[in-house]
Nanobody
């Protein structure tokens, strides 16, 4: 099983980034996919989740209206479009795949830094 995140980097406040997660080694279409983030000294938090069929995305209140999660089951990828970025969005972002809360896989993470 592999989840490989990409797209992180340094961006100015108000800017945008698009994170991608490439999945392999499991039945991608069966899994709910999520993005989490963890800032230094803080607990890991759920940012956005999308169900296996691509419906019913949900977002943390702090990112609603700014972030959009999407998935492409044919390409086995899940993306997170992040707009209007704020310094408080600075964190390491992780891709997660979950099935029935039993099968749970994580990527290595990609760093997002929002700073002027």
């Amino acid at each position: 099983v592999q989840l490989v995140e990409s797209g992180g980097g340094l961006v100015q406040p108000g800017g945008s980034l698009r994170l991608s997660c490439a999945a392999s080694g499991f039945t991608f279409t069966s899994y709910d996919m999520s993005w989490y983030r963890q800032a230094p000294g803080k607990e890991r938090e759920l940012v956005a989740i999308i169900t296996s069929n691509g419906g019913s995305p949900n977002y943390a209140d702090s990112v609603k209206g700014r972030f959009t999660i999407s998935r492409d089951n044919a390409k086995r990828t899940v993306n997170l479009q992040m707009n209007s970025l704020k310094p408080e969005d600075t964190a390491k972002y992780y891709c997660n795949a979950n099935l029935w809360r039993v099968y749970d896989y994580w990527g290595q993470g990609t760093q997002v830094t929002v700073s002027s």
